[in-house]
């Protein structure tokens, strides 16, 4: 992994930028693997993104780039919460189009993915986080290599019944804040078995941020996702 | 050339980052000077016949095969707004990237490899358009039309303004556009002979002023 700087290869900057999305960056070094993270306003993503953060930080290279929809909340709730250095946190603005940014019109987010490798890399994983969107909102292909979908139990228990493409497609659903469905009549048996219906094989996490198990589940699915990208 | 190539490098969907941009909109919606398709009209106009002008015309040059570098310090200079440069540098690194993916070339290669964070809009449009094969009044078309439909569609958002009536302030920009097109391309034509002080400079104060302010707001939904 590329905790320690010292990396022996130099920093190049001769070649042009790379197109797509390459796994060799021009310098030849393979890339960092590229995870994001979509879902609805107020399901959590922020706190996965923090809570992945420390789970991870000693252990990996990271950085995260935000794609807030109007503002730069969800990366100075990052900055406030110090869960990495500021060098490694940044906002990509989406004009008021955050599905866009992330699936349609990708390079504003690629060049700040290849901007935080050429500036605080090497990096072994870039957190990509959404605006808050709705349920159709999917990230390309040409941007990350897996992405997760967060919803929470208090919007609506029949979300995974619902389906959309973040439902269905996503690598991994987190149905967050479980620790307030007897609060809100959330049915979470229900939510499974819809969740299954809808996804076959594809893997859920039921995860609650305040019981102690916290992001536990969700950092090993990323740490097997890493194992597979550093394999591949 | 072929028309349809037109089409896909004027497409409003043609992935070069333009849909986080309002073209100086925002700024001017705030300030209360575009409340409606007629404010709309009005600012589009202006925008046009300034910065739009100026935009066509780096945009022809470049496709017409003058150095791309020059192009990119001409355009520094007639762009006195710290933010608009920032702004147009980020979007030419964007074009550069779908324009790369989308009609290869070693000239875009060899910007790219220079001005590897980007080097203004309108020359890296031109070169994408030149590496498809496209004219330098094409270009200047492209450049042109940007300038305009960029804030319709971004006022359409601000304004919840009725999208039928962005759309007929277009059509209607649609004779002043083919004669900025061609001036555009009639400066760009003079440029071999005359260098580039041949391309015109006009400016539009209050898009400049806008941009800084705009660049300075904490909550906004547009990146310029």
């Given at each position: ?10 920093h ?66 990052l ?39 050429d ?14 969107d ?16 967060v ?38 048996q ?18 609650s ?20 990208w550093?394999?591949? | ?21 309002s ?7 705030a ?9 709309l ?41 710290a ?12 074009m ?16 790219a ?22 004219g ?55 440029v ?21 302010a ?11």
């Amino acid at each position: 992994m590329h905790l320690d700087h010292s990396d022996p290869h130099s920093h190049s900057h001769d070649g042009p930028a790379a197109v797509s999305a390459d796994a060799v960056r021009p310098d030849g070094r393979r890339r960092a693997l590229r995870i994001g993270l979509g879902g609805p306003v107020g399901s959590g993503k922020t706190a996965t993104v923090a809570a992945l953060c420390r789970a991870l930080r000693d252990e990996l290279s990271l950085a995260v780039v935000t794609n807030d929809i109007y503002t730069r909340e969800d990366a100075a709730f990052l900055l406030r919460e110090a869960v990495l250095p500021p060098e490694r946190i940044t906002a990509v603005e989406t004009g008021a189009c955050p599905h866009t940014a992330i699936r349609d019109d990708i390079s504003a987010n690629l060049e700040a993915v290849e901007d935080l490798e050429d500036e605080v890399g090497p990096l072994d994983l870039v957190l990509v986080e959404s605006g808050g969107d709705n349920l159709t909102a999917t990230f390309s292909r040409g941007l990350v290599d897996a992405q997760l979908f967060v919803i929470d139990v208090a919007g609506g228990d029949d979300i995974p019944r619902k389906g959309g493409p973040g439902v269905t497609t996503a690598d991994l659903l987190v149905v967050n804040k479980t620790d307030l469905a007897p609060y809100v009549g959330s049915d979470l048996q229900r939510m499974a078995r819809d969740a299954k219906e809808q996804r076959a094989e594809l893997p859920v996490v039921f995860q609650s941020l305040r019981s102690e198990e916290g992001v536990s589940e969700v950092a090993a699915w990323v740490r097997q996702r890493l194992a597979d990208w550093t394999a591949a | 050339m072929s028309r349809a190539t037109l089409l896909v490098l004027a497409d409003g969907r043609f992935p070069a980052g333009g849909h986080a941009h309002s073209g100086g909109a925002e700024a001017a919606v705030a300030a209360g000077r575009i409340k409606d398709a007629a404010d709309l009209a009005e600012f589009c106009r202006g925008r046009l016949h300034t910065s739009g002008l100026v935009a066509a015309a780096l945009a022809a040059a470049a496709a017409l095969g003058v150095d791309p570098l020059l192009l990119d310090e001409a355009a520094d200079a007639r762009t006195p707004s710290a933010a608009l440069r920032t702004a147009a540098r980020k979007l030419g690194r964007q074009m550069m990237r779908a324009a790369r993916a989308t009609w290869p070339s070693a000239e875009l290669d060899a910007l790219a490899a220079v001005r590897p964070k980007g080097a203004h809009q309108p020359v890296v449009l031109g070169l994408a358009a030149r590496s498809a094969g496209l004219g330098p009044e094409d270009a200047a078309y492209v450049a042109a039309y940007e300038a305009v439909s960029g804030p319709a569609s971004a006022v359409v958002r601000l304004l919840s303004l009725d999208p039928f009536d962005a759309t007929g302030v277009l059509a209607r920009l649609a004779p002043e556009l083919d004669r900025v097109a061609a001036d555009a391309g009639a400066a760009a034509r003079r440029v071999p002979d005359e260098g580039v002080d041949a391309l015109p400079a006009s400016s539009a104060p209050l898009l400049d002023i806008g941009a800084e302010a705009h660049a300075a707001w904490a909550v906004r939904l547009f990146a310029s």
